[in-house]
């Protein structure tokens, strides 16, 4: 099954997707998590991500799709991926489905989550990140462990993203409104998209998510 996780930044795509994992024994492909851990490499294509990513920039299509046709062909998404901040762009989209088919697959679901932009400004400034693992924390809701580290993989590498300022929302915020929304449209006349509500617990929208994923 290949899913994709919509929605803007800091809805919740990256917590939601983690805990699909188990659930449908399929893999995470986060086009984020992965240019964060390129860019901690400290490669030259690592420094070229960097610039557009401080800024709140969507990184230029050629150089995210590389990046994701690398990871596509790894043998762990030979059965279907959970697809998270990925298609961000119309011609994303295009080559998402172009790289499925020659598989003989398709996107068989893309969940929207809905979340207002002051829930988002207050989840995303307080959101703390592994950038070894990508696992995320909440200074308030699930506050990262005191020793600073990782519950998840134990590396000593939790950080609050240089990006998740509430200027820096604002401006990726902006971007999905004008690059990624879209998509949406794209892909409504092939009856994929489901829109959920993402304000609620995160098991509260886990249990929407699964939901939306029985009805395909
Ligand atoms: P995320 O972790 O998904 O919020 O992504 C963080 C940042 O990485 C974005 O603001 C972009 O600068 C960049 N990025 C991640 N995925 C993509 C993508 N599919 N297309 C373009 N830029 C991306």
Do not use: W
């Not at 990871?71 to 059965?79: F, G, I, S, V, W």
């Not at 969940?111 to 400004?121: H, K, M, R, S």
């Not at 590498?157 to 449209?185: C, F, M, N, S, W």
Request: one cysteine or more; proline letters at 6%.
């Amino acid at each position: 099954m290949d899913v994709i996780l919509f929605g803007p930044p800091g809805a919740g795509k990256g917590t939601q997707a983690k805990l699909l994992v188990e659930t449908l024994a399929i893999p995470q492909i986060s086009t984020g998590d992965m240019m964060r851990a390129e860019r901690a490499s400290g490669s030259a294509l690592g420094k070229k991500f960097d610039e557009y990513m401080n800024q709140g920039l969507l990184v230029p299509d050629d150089l995210v799709l590389e990046l994701f046709a690398q990871r596509l062909r790894r043998p762990d998404a030979a059965e279907g991926a959970i697809f998270d901040g990925f298609p961000r762009t119309v011609p994303q989209a295009e080559a998402l489905d172009a790289k499925l088919g020659e598989l003989g697959r398709r996107v068989d679901r893309v969940i929207v989550l809905e979340v207002p932009l002051d829930l988002i400004i207050e989840r995303v400034t307080g959101r703390r990140v592994c950038l070894s693992c990508g696992q995320t924390y909440h200074v308030r809701y699930s506050p990262p462990p005191p020793s600073g580290e990782c519950s998840s993989c134990g590396a000593n590498d939790v950080v609050q993203r240089a990006d998740d300022t509430e200027e820096k929302v604002r401006t990726r915020d902006a971007g999905y409104h004008r690059e990624t929304l879209p998509i949406l449209a794209h892909y409504e006349p092939t009856g994929v998209v489901a829109k959920i509500d993402g304000v609620g617990t995160i098991e509260e929208i886990t249990a929407r998510v699964l939901g939306a994923l029985q009805r395909s």
